[in-house]
């Protein structure tokens, strides 16, 4: 029996996915996996029992990777599953911002009782006159399954459409439009572009890239993380009139209320259809890897995918990446007869994944000298 344990609310219709091996429990101790959305999780310690962390969603800046990465924890997260949703955002904060809807719709709430607001309406819209999207040039950064969603919507509706995304899969790559411009310089995106829309994971080496430098006379989308831009500086830019709106999907003090600043409440992935998808792929992923011990979505492993075991055993191996560890386990286990019938290595930087299928059972003995080389992680049997 597997037990799995909700820190946040997780979609019933997602957890429906779990079978009668599964049992959710209260005591997140006796947990094999989490499931997660947006709960801080790195003043957390982890039991011993925990296995794998599934975040329901796309951002994992709220688990302490490397710390799960050393005690053999697999984190996976949900790539695309909110995809739509957040794209959706992204194209009514354009229209917001271009439109002065926000501005519109608040002076007609403040001029509610006026008998002859309809004829006041017609003589005041002109402050509110904005701009169509047709035809404006519009820069996409990170072109992944979210970057890639608006991309192609923004080609349908008529803009001239520019990404920026050095790292592009090949997977991306093969669903853009043939219509998108891929530029190979973020400048060209700041010099070009009427709207700028970012969809990138914060990293050390992302944190407050879009600055005061970087952009004039432009409408920014938000909808990936705050700290991606320096929005100090952005405040100061709208109230210099360089920046003509900035649309964040993260209220904070001080974006909130701010004149040019459209802030929403963190809505990207909030839609019933997000919720549902981002819990079934996060309860797939944790019953593949649980079961089979299968990684597929993982931040902080390799994927590694060995389908379902027909042999009589299979052992999953967390290492450092490093010479000669494949010697030493292959060493351990011919020395205790135990056959191996398939392997597969997988590295990701300084981490590595071994998953070994064997024709006999390996003894808690060869168990033991496995996790004692130097360098392993933790030693899983999975069956």
Request: glycine share 8%; with cysteine.
């Given at each position: 029996?597997?037990?799995?344990?909700?820190?946040?609310?997780?979609?019933?219709?997602?957890?429906?996915?779990?079978?009668?091996?599964?049992?959710?429990v209260?005591?997140?101790?006796?947990?094999?996996?989490?499931?997660?959305?947006?709960?801080?999780?790195?003043?957390?310690?982890?039991s011993?029992?925990?296995?794998?962390?599934?975040?329901?969603?796309?951002?994992?800046?709220n688990?302490?990777l490397?710390?799960?990465?050393?005690k053999?924890?697999?984190?996976f997260?949900?790539?695309?599953?909110?995809a739509?949703?957040?794209?959706?955002?992204?194209?009514?904060?354009?229209?917001?911002?271009?439109?002065?809807?926000?501005?519109g719709?608040?002076?007609?709430?403040a001029?509610?009782?006026?008998p002859?607001?309809?004829?006041?309406?017609?003589k005041?819209?002109?402050?509110?006159?904005g701009?169509?999207?047709?035809?404006?040039?519009?820069?996409?950064?990170?072109?992944?399954?979210?970057?890639?969603?608006?991309?192609?919507?923004a080609?349908?509706?008529?803009?001239?459409?520019?990404?920026?995304?050095?790292?592009?899969?090949?997977?991306?790559?093969?669903?853009?439009?043939?219509k998108i411009?891929?530029?190979?310089?973020?400048?060209?995106?700041?010099?070009?572009?009427?709207?700028?829309?970012?969809?990138i994971?914060?990293l050390d080496?992302?944190r407050?890239?879009?600055?005061?430098?970087?952009?004039?006379?432009?409408?920014?989308?938000?909808?990936a993380?705050?700290?991606?831009?320096d929005e100090?500086?952005?405040?100061?830019a709208?109230?210099?009139?360089?920046?003509?709106?900035?649309?964040s999907?993260?209220?904070?003090?001080?974006v909130?209320?701010?004149?040019?600043?459209?802030?929403?409440?963190?809505l990207g992935?909030?839609?019933?259809?997000?919720?549902?998808?981002?819990?079934?792929?996060a309860v797939?992923?944790?019953?593949d890897?649980l079961?089979?011990?299968?990684i597929?979505?993982?931040?902080?492993?390799p994927?590694?995918?060995?389908?379902?075991c027909?042999?009589?055993?299979?052992?999953?191996?967390?290492?450092?990446?490093?010479a000669?560890?494949?010697?030493?386990?292959?060493?351990i286990?011919?020395?205790?007869?135990?056959n191996?019938?398939?392997?597969?290595?997988?590295?990701?930087?300084?981490?590595?994944?071994t998953?070994?299928?064997?024709?006999?059972?390996?003894?808690?003995?060869?168990?033991?000298?496995?996790?004692?080389?130097?360098?392993?992680?933790?030693?899983?049997?999975v069956?």
């Amino acid at each position: 029996m597997y037990k799995f344990h909700c820190l946040n609310n997780i979609s019933p219709i997602g957890l429906k996915n779990f079978t009668s091996q599964y049992e959710q429990v209260s005591d997140i101790e006796d947990a094999h996996g989490i499931l997660v959305r947006s709960a801080a999780m790195h003043d957390m310690e982890f039991s011993d029992n925990l296995l794998a962390i599934a975040r329901a969603g796309a951002g994992v800046n709220n688990i302490p990777l490397q710390r799960c990465a050393e005690k053999g924890i697999v984190v996976f997260n949900t790539p695309g599953a909110n995809a739509n949703g957040v794209k959706e955002l992204v194209f009514a904060g354009m229209l917001l911002a271009s439109r002065d809807i926000v501005e519109g719709v608040d002076w007609v709430r403040a001029n509610w009782n006026n008998p002859d607001i309809a004829k006041t309406a017609e003589k005041e819209k002109k402050q509110f006159a904005g701009i169509e999207l047709e035809g404006k040039k519009i820069g996409i950064i990170g072109l992944g399954a979210i970057g890639v969603r608006v991309a192609n919507a923004a080609v349908n509706l008529g803009m001239d459409v520019y990404g920026y995304d050095p790292y592009v899969s090949v997977d991306s790559a093969w669903h853009l439009s043939r219509k998108i411009t891929h530029v190979i310089r973020l400048e060209d995106i700041y010099e070009m572009c009427d709207f700028i829309t970012i969809h990138i994971p914060l990293l050390d080496s992302t944190r407050g890239m879009i600055g005061r430098e970087a952009i004039a006379g432009v409408v920014l989308i938000n909808m990936a993380r705050d700290l991606l831009v320096d929005e100090k500086a952005v405040v100061e830019a709208i109230d210099e009139g360089r920046i003509r709106r900035y649309v964040s999907d993260f209220p904070n003090p001080i974006v909130a209320g701010k004149r040019g600043c459209i802030t929403t409440p963190h809505l990207g992935a909030s839609t019933e259809e997000s919720e549902i998808n981002c819990a079934k792929m996060a309860v797939n992923e944790l019953r593949d890897y649980l079961e089979n011990g299968n990684i597929n979505n993982s931040v902080n492993y390799p994927k590694c995918n060995m389908g379902v075991c027909q042999a009589v055993g299979r052992i999953g191996i967390f290492h450092k990446n490093q010479a000669n560890m494949i010697t030493n386990f292959t060493r351990i286990m011919g020395a205790e007869s135990v056959n191996i019938a398939e392997m597969s290595n997988k590295s990701r930087g300084d981490v590595a994944y071994t998953l070994v299928d064997t024709d006999t059972r390996a003894s808690e003995a060869v168990i033991k000298q496995l996790a004692q080389v130097e360098g392993v992680y933790r030693v899983r049997v999975v069956k």
